[in-house]
């Protein structure tokens, strides 16, 4: 049977996601305007809508097309090989706390970010005000709940991505290096948890220090006691 519809081209896809991630890196989530990304990418707005109905839609798709590249390394310790997985987790989180930030305290976007500092930078995550804030991690959250398929869709492109560090967890434990009754899941869950509950709730800075500090303090109650 010959399939309906016109298929789907690669360089079609990958000119519009290239230009949605340069504007929503630039601009952030309120400045992702798909319209925008259709003349940037030189494609009729009917094509992108086709395949993205909403700026939802767009803005997972760029974060997919983000963690993509993201690889796990297992060099035989766990104590070196998680607390690295996590910091991709953290670049990641920051990555997106941080869009449109630089455009904003430009001026750029006056509107959308009332109280923006002009004398701020993006990557000043300790200051305790505005630059504390989820930004885009926040509005995916909130995307999922506008949309279903979107929410199906964060769910599938994470347990894709928690797959690796399950894996990773598991191949700890067949070498004796963490306890053979652990529970992997759950322990990866307050791993990753906290991450999120940082940059969504209390604003702290994630990064390579917190990630030790969480891996050292979980594996004190799953690692193996050594003789």
């Known amino acids: 049977m010959t399939p309906r519809g016109r298929p789907r081209r690669a360089d079609v896809d990958e000119g519009v996601l290239s230009a949605a991630t ?25 094509t992108l809508y ?10 997972l798709a ?15 310790d766990i104590r070196r090989d998680l607390p ?9 989180l920051n990555r997106m706390r ?19 500092q002009p004398d701020r ?32 869709l964060e769910r599938r492109m994470y347990a894709e991505r928690n797959a690796l560090a399950h894996a990773l967890l598991h191949r700890a434990v067949e070498r004796g290096e963490l306890r053979p009754d652990l529970d992997v899941e759950a322990l990866f869950d307050q791993l990753a948890g906290a991450l999120y509950y940082r940059v969504l709730i209390t604003g702290l800075p994630v990064n390579r220090a917190y990630a030790e500090r969480l891996v050292d303090t979980a594996l004190r109650g799953a690692a193996v006691p050594k003789e």
Do not use: C, N
């Open 50 to 59: 086709r395949r993205w109905p909403t700026k939802d839609h767009l803005a």
């Open 98 to 116: 941080a869009a449109g930030r630089g455009a904003a305290s430009a001026g750029d976007q006056p509107d959308d970010r009332p109280g923006d």
């Open 121 to 152: 930078k993006a990557g000043d995550q300790d200051e305790p005000d505005d630059d504390r804030g989820a930004g885009t991690v926040a509005e995916l959250v909130a995307a999922a709940a506008r949309h279903p398929d979107v929410g199906a």
């Open 84 to 92: 690295a997985y996590l910091e991709k987790i953290a670049a990641g």
């Open 22 to 46: 340069e504007l929503l890196l630039q601009r952030g989530y309120a400045g992702l305007s798909p319209d925008e990304v259709a003349e940037r990418a030189g494609v009729a707005k009917t």
């Open 62 to 76: 760029v974060v997919a097309r983000l963690q993509a590249g993201d690889e796990i390394t297992d060099s035989g």
